[in-house]
């Protein structure tokens, strides 16, 4: 089965300054994609950046970008930036190859103060 | 396009009551998902569907039931009402390209169990 960890339940950080939020994985799979959403206070849940692991080469979003280490099976997201739009919660995700589940990790909440 | 729609958005049942939450999509996805979030935490699996006339269980499936007769619809059945179904439930669709990946969410339905 596969997992998706994030350790850090909350983080904050200035706003215009840099944060990197974390998550591991674990998957014995070889083709899989790795995706940040994003929950706002809305609730709406809205797509931040996708990654195959086929890929070397990080995604990049505008603002967004990932630090994926396929070897240690972990997916960073850095917002460069940070706006106070950006607070929210956040959600690493992964789908195999294998099937059509996408599973979710437990979220972190993160503030941008002004 | 409407995308995915959910109804109800929000409803109180008491304790052994039954509901359907109803979704549609108008996006002719084959993938459907049932999700439901407790407070501060991430979203686990009920059910899913991989095109009409098939679905599947996820990590936490007791207590509910879902059907797929078209691939508009995956309406799902709570059956007798429990204190611990109390839950945002968030209804998702996807395109049968794996390349992208992405989950359109519904806007969520929140469910108080009294």
């Known amino acids: 089965a596969q997992t998706v960890t994030q350790s850090q339940p909350e983080m904050s950080v200035q706003e215009a300054e840099t944060v990197t939020l974390s998550c591991t994985y674990d998957t014995s799979e070889n083709n899989y994609y790795l995706f940040w959403y994003k929950q706002p206070p809305s609730r709406q849940m809205i797509l931040v950046i996708r990654?195959?692991?086929?890929?070397?080469q990080n995604a990049t979003e505008n603002r967004f970008s990932v630090n994926f280490q396929k070897a240690a099976k972990s997916f960073s997201l850095k917002i460069s930036d940070s706006q106070l739009g950006d607070t929210a919660m956040y959600f690493c995700a992964f789908l195999t190859g294998a099937n059509s589940k996408l599973t979710f990790g437990k979220g972190i909440t993160l503030s941008v103060r002004p | 396009n409407a995308g995915v729609t959910q109804t109800p958005k929000f409803r109180i049942l008491k304790i052994g009551q039954s509901m359907t939450l109803q979704c549609t999509q108008d996006?002719?996805?084959?993938?459907m998902y049932w999700y439901r979030q407790d407070p501060g935490m991430g979203l686990k699996l009920i059910y899913y569907?991989?095109?009409?006339?098939?679905?599947d269980k996820g990590e936490v499936p007791n207590g509910y039931n879902v059907s797929r007769s078209t691939t508009e619809d995956f309406p799902l059945r709570l059956e007798l009402a429990a204190p611990s179904q109390t839950s945002v439930y968030f209804c998702?669709?996807?395109?049968?390209?794996?390349?992208?990946?992405?989950?359109?969410f519904g806007e969520g339905s929140r469910l108080t169990v009294l």
């Open positions: 990654q195959e692991a086929y890929k070397q």
């Open positions: 998702a669709s996807r395109g049968p390209n794996r390349d992208t990946g992405e989950l359109f």
């Open positions: 996006m002719n996805h084959n993938y």
């Open positions: 569907s991989v095109g009409a006339g098939i679905t």
